[in-house]
């Protein structure tokens, strides 16, 4: 089964602070990608990145940035945290089929004060 | 742009009977793929079902089917002989058929309780 794994399950923040989400998947997938859920809007895609070192912008990348230095890992940046940036930020990845599902890790609960 | 609807924030089910979710979107593609998942409460979101656009024929999981009306752009979901497991947050997704790194387009999501 795939497995990504997303660093910490809650998290506390104060605004102004730079804050770094990660994420690691163990089946070798091209395609990763940074989501924010939030009640009443689904999923909005923040960053995806489809190789290492490559990445595109989603529907709302103000104030996020990401990472890909290995294919495992793919790390969303919140440069100077704000209040509105309380979230959940769900991390997935995929093959780069356009049929292939997307595989969810946890989430990441983020409270910003 | 491609959009995906779900107009039912909230539905419940009694145990053991069928519910259907309901789904519409956007698109001026003719192949695409289409998804339904489950996010369980507090519990990783997992795929259940899905569609590709050129296949005429309803996908099928066990208790989870699909009813595909691409006409009408309509991809709604049946949970038959629903279960307390089934209680989640249900998301309809849309993907085209185009590049590698394209993305998904998921609507708002039904929230289905299971009364026991």
């Known amino acids: 089964d795939v497995k990504v794994t997303q660093s910490s399950r809650y998290l506390v923040k104060r605004t102004g602070e730079k804050v770094f989400l990660e994420c690691v998947q163990d089946m070798d997938h091209e395609n990763m990608f940074w989501y924010r859920q939030d009640p009443g809007l689904g999923l909005r895609l923040i960053y995806f990145?489809?190789?290492?070192?490559?990445?595109e912008k989603g529907d709302i990348p103000e104030g996020y940035s990401v990472s890909r230095e290995k294919k495992e890992r793919f790390s969303l940046i919140l440069e100077s945290a704000s209040t509105n940036q309380t979230s959940m930020y769900l991390c997935?990845?995929?093959?780069?089929?356009?049929?292939?599902?997307?595989?969810f890790g946890d989430g990441t609960r983020l409270s910003i004060l | 742009a491609q959009t995906v609807t779900q107009s039912q924030p909230e539905m419940s089910v009694q145990e053991a009977e069928t519910v259907t979710l309901s789904c519409t979107y956007d698109?001026?593609?003719?192949?695409?793929?289409l998804f339904w998942y489950k996010q369980p409460p507090s519990r990783q979101m997992i795929l259940v079902i899905r569609q590709e656009a050129y296949k005429q024929q309803n996908a099928t999981e066990n208790r989870f089917s699909v009813n595909f009306q691409k006409a009408a752009k309509s991809f709604s979901l049946k949970i038959s002989d629903s279960q307390l497991g089934d209680a989640a947050m249900y998301f309809c997704?849309?993907?085209?058929?185009?590049?590698?790194?394209?993305?998904?387009?998921f609507g708002p999501g039904t929230s289905l309780s299971v009364i026991p």
């Open positions: 990145s489809y190789d290492v070192k490559m990445k």
């Open positions: 698109t001026s593609e003719s192949d695409y793929y």
């Open positions: 997935a990845s995929s093959l780069p089929l356009s049929n292939q599902p997307q595989h």
């Open positions: 997704a849309y993907r085209r058929v185009k590049t590698s790194y394209d993305k998904v387009i």
